[in-house]
């Protein structure tokens, strides 16, 4: 027999059966061409199960189609006739966590029945089958209940991790950290054992998950502020690091019998003037709840800010733009602790002493804080001498009381500073005291006259030299006294409670109160916390008052009147505090911080709960199933389901 050769294997036909090859065992080609005429057979063997022969018989190649037998045959298996590919129906609605990678999620145009056959084989397929059986009838069947068992098993691990990483980006914002240590800390818990994934372990994440926070941090602030029946606003501007005029905003109110305030928000001016300022604060109320933006302008009693002439000027200042715009009714307050600033500059003007005084303790302070040789010898005296040595700090650059009295602390000086430092220890003292967040008017007037009492009779003590009875008779302490509070006591309790109510009249009578029933019940409360309350102070009495069964009930009309005295802005100290919030956070090296990303920051820095107490699980609820973002960032599909079964 005459050897054969390859080409004599194929035939014109594109019909090759494997039995069909004979192959004689002295004329058998190389094992490596066997190995590619087999694989060659079985491919033409799938071609012909899987498609259309072709009627031309020069061409080698075929061109795949998706065959409508599938469908029938592959219960599961779906075609997109305008994408032209084809995807399961039950790995397509499964997380990729139980479906996994597979090209049948998203759709495939690779038509090949031994690949459709290998899909439907698959663990992952499976587990999306199972997953998909459970999801159609949750209770149904012993196996759909092990599949929800499963997922919840699922779910219960992805909601875990998530809290830990919730409680670490809280924890950066508490403790004003940048969002940079965050996946450091993250990388920590996993070298310290902790299952924690890569997802979510970056700065973007972190900042996510503190502005989660923040928001729900505020919309508890406003449910509070919502519930309460009078606010006052505060307000101050300031410039952070990067030269921009920012506005902040508190609202103070009474939660449980006591007042505090709340931060509102913090944004950038966009005009100085009064008019652009109070258009700012406006905004920062009304976005405060989306759903009902006009709130809090029937509470508003009063408007609290420090004396420039943009907040309290009588006609275009920012308190007369809410009297003509909100009510005629909200009354404008001067800060006291400004005030008792103001005043006592106005004293050292007219006392060249303090002045030198001042220069005094700003030389001290030059000579140790610009030469490193000084500052170590005074701290080798202090060795010597067996006593701790005070650095000396700037006074001049100092604005509140408490700052000078405390450089003043450890100098003994003779003659006019010792008097200074009696004077400046009492007054110190009240401008704390007119700094407390729970102060009401009340304790302002009884911490003023004290002061007043105390300065008074320090006449009497004998000083060196008499330097303290010269400097008493030289300076005016009623003068200081009149520009830090005036108050008018030529009005018996009684015709007072008759101006308050003609004052707040409008007010009153949209939130409830019935005005004629207001004197009866001021007499009833007098006679009552005559009796048995006596011993309260100011701000326990309201808090039994207010919260406490009967007398809120009792008493509910007299009340609209306590808690409008109990939210007075007697100070704007807090707005203070919340610039020096800022002025951490936004630093030099932290300069391109966004202002609303500044304001969450500070709001948890100074209004969030302590890490102990920090429950995240609220939080994650709100960002999972927050429908913005699930529109706008690229999650996991499973966090999804993982919504659905969780919460």
Known sequence: MAKRKISDFFTQSNVIS????????????????????????????????????????????????????????????????????????FCSKASRDIAGNTDFVTGTNHFKKETVKKHGDSRKHKNARDWFIAKRAPTETPLARAVTRACDKTAEKEIKELKMKFNTAYMIAREELPFTKFTSQVLLMRKNGLDVSKTYDNNTACAEFIGCIADDVKAQTVKEAQKAKYISVITDCGTDVSGRDNVIAYCRHVSGGLPMNRLVGLA???????????????????????????????KVSAFGADGASVNMGATGGIGALFRSEIGKHILSFHCLPHRLELAMLNTQKSLPMIEKVYDLLQLVWKTYHFSPKSKRELKAIGVELGCTIRTPSAVKTQRWLPHIFRQMESLL???????????????????????????????????????????????????????????????????????????????????????LLKWYQEILMKNGCVINAVQTEWRMLKILIKGQFMDKSYSGLWEVMLSKEPYCSDFQNIFHLAEIMLVLPISAA??????????????????????????????????????????????VKSWLTAITHMDTRKRKSSLKHVVRQRY
């Open 268 to 298: 950038e001016l966009q005009h100085g003037h009064a008019k652009g300022i109070f258009s700012t604060i406006k905004s920062l109320f009304n976005d405060s709840d989306q759903t009902n933006p006009n709130w809090w302008q029937n």
């Open 18 to 89: 494997l039995s069909n090859l004979k192959i004689p065992a002295q004329s058998q080609p190389s094992s490596v061409c066997t190995r590619g005429l087999l694989e060659n057979a079985h491919e033409h063997e799938n071609a012909d199960e899987d498609e259309q022969p072709s009627t031309s018989s020069k061409s080698t190649t075929t061109d795949r189609h998706f065959r409508t037998s599938w469908l029938q045959e592959f219960a599961w298996l779906r075609y997109d006739s305008i994408k032209k590919t084809m995807y399961c129906e």
């Open 574 to 619: 807090q707005c203070e505090r919340g610039f020096s919030a800022q002025n951490r956070i936004k630093s030099k090296v932290r300069n391109s911080l966004n202002v609303s990303t500044v304001e969450d920051l500070v709001r948890i820095s100074s209004e969030g709960p302590s890490l102990e107490q920090f429950d995240p699980e609220p939080c």
């Open 413 to 499: 000086f003779v003659g006019f500073c010792h008097f200074l430092h009696d004077l400046f220890g009492e007054i110190s003292k009240l401008s704390l005291t007119l700094q407390k967040n729970s102060l009401i008017l009340p304790q302002a007037v009884a911490a003023v006259n004290s002061c007043i009492v105390t300065v008074k009779g320090m006449k009497d003590r004998p000083l060196r030299n008499g330097k303290l009875q010269e400097f008493l008779q030289n300076a005016s302490l009623d003068s200081v006294a009149q520009n830090v509070l005036q108050q008018d006591n030529t009005q018996t309790p009684d015709r007072q409670i008759d101006t």
